[in-house]
């Protein structure tokens, strides 16, 4: 098949995977391509960049669905990118972090190997707004104010959010049983 490695030049063993940041709502693999430069160069190693579809055209679980497919097909088709697949390592930042969680998770409910590593750089893992020291602290964070939080949730996961609730909230609003 076709092989994404330079003549010469053996393919890697390693591969990472990237889900890119943005609230489910904004930026895109170009928006991050200036470190993912860097880190392909400093880990010698090909990085695939997924774009995912952004809320609120694509809500969840759509960007979850697209991540975890392309995560089997780089399983799948290493080769064509350079790599052996000996080590694959998902890696995003905020909803990159959580589609990185998502994706592994999914993969071992479906029996799919699972990455050798994960790499979450802020992750947004409670969707839900409820109170957290997270997001006391987003109260006065001046890139990220708690406003702009809600809207990307909501944007993102709000049908899921109101329909079902949050899986995380019901374990903790659930009373306690005596043995």
Same mark, same amino acid.
């Given at each position: 098949?076709?092989?994404?490695?330079?003549? %010469?030049?053996?393919?890697?063993? /390693?591969?990472?995977? !990237? /889900? !890119?940041? %943005?609230? /489910?709502?904004?930026?895109? &693999?170009?928006? !991050?391509?200036? $470190?993912?430069?860097?880190?392909?160069?400093?880990?010698?190693?090909?990085?695939?960049?997924?774009? @995912?579809?952004?809320?609120?055209? !694509?809500?969840?679980?759509? +960007?979850? @669905?697209?991540?975890? $497919?392309? $995560?089997?097909?780089?399983?799948? #088709? +290493?080769?064509?990118?350079? &790599?052996? =697949?000996?080590?694959?390592?998902?890696? %995003? *930042?905020?909803?990159?972090? #959580?589609?990185?969680?998502?994706?592994?998770?999914?993969?071992?409910?479906?029996?799919? +190997?699972?990455? =050798?590593?994960?790499?979450?750089? @802020?992750?947004?893992?409670?969707?839900?707004?409820?109170?957290?020291?997270?997001?006391?602290?987003?109260?006065?964070?001046?890139?990220?104010?708690? %406003?702009?939080?809600?809207?990307?949730? #909501? +944007? @993102? =996961?709000?049908? /899921?959010?109101?329909?079902?609730? *949050?899986?995380?909230?019901?374990?903790?609003?659930?009373? *306690?049983?005596?043995?």
């Amino acid at each position: 098949g076709t092989s994404g490695v330079p003549p %010469g030049r053996e393919p890697s063993p /390693f591969l990472l995977v !990237h /889900f !890119h940041g %943005g609230g /489910f709502i904004a930026q895109s &693999s170009a928006s !991050h391509e200036i $470190y993912l430069r860097e880190w392909a160069k400093a880990l010698d190693a090909p990085i695939l960049s997924v774009d @995912y579809g952004l809320s609120p055209e !694509h809500p969840f679980p759509v +960007a979850v @669905y697209q991540c975890y $497919y392309a $995560y089997c097909w780089a399983r799948q #088709n +290493a080769r064509q990118l350079g &790599s052996t =697949a000996k080590s694959i390592v998902l890696a %995003g *930042d905020s909803a990159g972090g #959580n589609l990185c969680a998502a994706v592994a998770l999914r993969a071992a409910s479906e029996g799919i +190997a699972a990455p =050798a590593g994960i790499c979450m750089l @802020y992750p947004a893992l409670l969707l839900s707004l409820v109170p957290s020291p997270s997001r006391i602290l987003s109260l006065m964070d001046p890139l990220l104010p708690l %406003g702009n939080l809600e809207i990307c949730c #909501n +944007a @993102y =996961a709000e049908t /899921f959010l109101r329909t079902l609730g *949050d899986p995380l909230r019901r374990v903790l609003d659930q009373p *306690d049983e005596d043995p």
